[in-house]
């Protein structure tokens, strides 16, 4: 039987098992004492049995989206850090992340380093860059599918019939990634 750690518990939620295992690495050479899931069910299992101090969500895995995990380790444990990594960022999200009880949002790739001092922060950073220039229309529409993505939780096909697109066209618009401006 192991004796039980003094360091913090952290839960890593990612379903790119190369990426997960770094990132575990990593966390666990910085003092956490990781714990680690594939998709959000798993995820769900692991935190209602013992809800962690830390926990870091990717936001698109298959099943459900990291969301509703944030959501339920929110509910479980208000004081539990949460920071979301994504490698589809959007406001619509980063809102929706933070108003479900996430920490932080962060865009991927994010390092160790960068999710450590993502925790630590508990206010906004004024200093932050305000860009110059408006979205690209590319982008506006990108954001515009994102945030009604989220009001559908995730579900493709009901975002399809909101947006009154076919449901192959979203999941090409939904492939590609437009630039930041």
């Not at 944030?70 to 980063?94: F, M």
């Not at 933070?98 to 906004?124: C, M, N, R, S, W």
């Amino acid at each position: 039987m192991s004796e039980p750690s003094d360091a913090p518990s952290l839960l890593l939620v990612d379903d790119d098992e190369l990426f997960r295992n770094v990132l575990s690495r990593a966390l666990q050479k910085r003092g956490f004492d990781v714990t680690t899931a594939e998709n959000v069910s798993e995820a769900l299992a692991l935190a209602e049995a013992n809800p962690p101090e830390y926990a870091v969500v990717d936001l698109k895995m298959p099943g459900p989206s990291g969301l509703v995990l944030v959501k339920r380790l929110n509910e479980l444990d208000p004081a539990t850090r949460i920071v979301v990594l994504t490698g589809y960022a959007s406001i619509a999200t980063a809102v929706e992340a933070v108003k479900l009880g996430a920490t932080h949002y962060l865009a991927k790739p994010a390092d160790a380093d960068q999710i450590v001092t993502a925790f630590a922060k508990a206010e906004g950073d004024e200093t932050a860059p305000v860009s110059p220039s408006p979205l690209s229309v590319d982008r506006m529409e990108w954001e515009h599918i994102q945030r009604v993505l989220a009001e559908h939780e995730g579900n493709i096909s009901a975002t399809a019939r909101a947006l009154n697109m076919h449901r192959r066209t979203l999941q090409r618009k939904l492939g590609k990634y437009p630039s930041r401006k």
